[in-house]
């Protein structure tokens, strides 16, 4: 793409016009400087003032006039050109002049860099090190520069620059640098990156966590071939133990799993449209069985038509997540409300429990992975501790919040709230 | 003639502010990268940004020169003074978060291989996705010199000192169960507070990113969050 740039880009579009403006001026100075040397001969003057004025007037002001205004015309066609080719362009571009200053991009690299604008030193929208030294590492050589860049928050996003050194007008004279510009093209490898980090990660994590589990597996293994050997009673209960022990890893396993497919793809957002009433209500049929084992009953509110931009099966896993928390960890107070408000600048889902609550150093750690608040008491429930690890990648991807409001003893309250997209106001 | 000089002198403060954005830039980077290095446990990593700190102070000190002879040369009034004088002072904190992110790579040099348990630096961690959100938006603010953006950074700064709180009740629960942990957790717990005070860099930077749009003041002392030294001692389990 980039060579295509250059190719189709014969020549610098500001650059060519002023050097042509120049020569104009040269043309005029050389004129007057000719005239104050006339003046100094008396008789001359009239005639050969006259004479050249008309001359010069004739050949080269209207030459040269004319000559800028059909330059500044094939100038704005090229340009139009090559900024068509760079809007064209899938990937971010960024075109800088010779003081690395910002002449053009497309719509993909102010979507990527939103603080850039035109006549900006791009160190304003790219602070970055790397892109900052290779942006000066062309500048000085000349040569094509490559540099990577990793952006950690909000979310995570690399990039991989390319800076290549273009000289839209190959024929003109001067000093190397004269007509330089520069294109920089960005490719997104973020998915690349993470995908590699996943691997490392899930690997960590997956082995981390599951040695506590393994280890009892085979304990209770140990003891059927050996003490137990003969005893079908205590076989049957440790098998039975053994199998919820299973049964715990494979799910630690698909959690792990979906948290990286999430993290894959948080930097995008999700376009369909879902009925959050609708998903509500299929999640709370789906934990109606465990409510009832838990004598809770979940109550609901404001259940009316109400759409978010969003993915369906993984906010069915925020809200299930969540509810299932307030049902198992709050299932003292009975009751579990569910509240759907549509309001002016946000939807909000309120799900809030009258359980024991959670204590306030532990609110804003509840969405690391592995975080619980009593580790004893989530194993025992079949906890994995990474739900509200997901919801929180979910939701991040969904650009929306969640506010966790929880005192000792007088519940908890999870919030999730989707702004909703600024509406112009009217004419 | 006299717009020469307006056009050189705003030539000079762009430059000094394209300055500060990639001071600003060379900070998040090296924090960045502290925080890789204490995660990964890798004593490569660390010592490449140890290895960045004499850069970020020789930039830090060309930007001062650069601001100081502005002064003399322009003599700046008004937002155009507050600008020269806002660089100063955020490359200073610039420089400082630098600083604390070469202290938690020496950290790291010392407790390679000695973390049993990844979940000990989460915590950790988490507190430094708070603060480089707040360094990123805060630098942001002051590119775009965008008032409210600053008052927002500003004001979250209570989220981290909620969860420096947090952190530190934390490790000192696995200090107290495993006293093989309280070396490790002591060079972490000092991380943290090195991120933490990375947070009140961000939080002055912002007050120096509101008084060069406004002219104004940010309230000058902020009732802090901070009660671990107020809390009762805990019980072990
Ligand atoms: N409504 C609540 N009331 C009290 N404590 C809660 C509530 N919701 C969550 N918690 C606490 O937060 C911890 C983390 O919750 P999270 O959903 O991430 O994990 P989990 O429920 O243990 O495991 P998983 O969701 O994978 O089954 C829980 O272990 C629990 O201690
Ligand atoms: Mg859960």
Known sequence: MVAATQQEAPAPPTRRWRQSAAVGALATTLLIICVLALIGSPVLLPALAGALVTVIAALSRPRAEHKVWAEISSQETVRAGIQAIVSGVADPVVVLDSHGNVTMFNAQAKAALPQLGIGRHLSFAVRSPEVVSAVERVLREGTVAEAEFHEKVPVERSFEVRATPVRFDAASAGPPSASLEIVMLFRDVTAARRLERMRVDFVANASHELRTPLASLYGFIETIEGPAKNDPAAQARFLAIMREQARRMSRLIDDLLSLSRIELKEHVQPTEEVRLDSVLSEVIDTLTPLSLECRTKIEIEGMNRTQVTGDRDELIRVFENLIENAVKYGQSGGRVDVMLVDGERAVSVTVRDYGPGIAPEHLPRLTERFYRVDVADSRQKGGTGLGLALVKHILNRHKARLVVRSELGAGASFEVMFAKPAINEPA | ?237
């Not at chain 2, 900070?27 to 700190?53: G, K, Y």
């Not at chain 2, 000990?120 to 360094?135: A, D, N, R």
Request: charged share 25%; aromatic share 4%.
């Open chain 2, 1 to 237: 003639m006299a717009e020469h000089i307006v056009r050189a002198f705003d030539a000079d403060l762009d430059a000094l502010s394209r300055g500060v954005a990639e001071l600003g830039g060379l900070a998040e980077s090296m924090t960045t990268r502290a925080i890789e290095a204490l995660v990964r446990q890798s004593p490569a990593m660390a010592n490449e940004v140890i290895a960045l700190d004499a850069k970020l102070d020789a930039l830090q000190q060309e930007l001062e020169e650069k601001a100081v002879l502005t002064i003399a040369r322009r003599q700046p009034m008004a937002v155009d003074l507050r600008a020269v004088i806002a660089a100063i002072r955020v490359t200073h904190d610039l420089e400082r978060i630098g600083d604390l992110a070469k202290n938690i790579c020496k950290r790291v040099l010392a407790i390679t291989g000695l973390v049993q348990a990844p979940k000990l630096v989460k915590g950790v961690e988490h507190l430094s996705q708070l603060v480089l959100t707040q360094l990123k938006d805060v630098l942001d603010a002051y590119v775009e010199r965008n008032a409210e953006k600053a008052l927002a950074v500003w004001e979250h700064d209570e989220n981290i000192d909620a969860l420096y709180t947090s952190l530190f009740r934390e490790l000192l629960t696995y200090m107290m169960e495993d006293p093989r942990n309280i070396g490790v957790c002591a060079h972490l717990l000092f991380c943290a507070k090195n991120i933490e005070r990375m947070g009140d860099h961000a939080t002055n930077v912002a007050e120096n990113v509101y008084y060069l749009v406004t002219g104004g003041k940010l309230l000058a002392e902020r009732v802090k969050a901070d009660t671990t030294s107020l809390e009762k001692p805990m019980s072990a389990q």
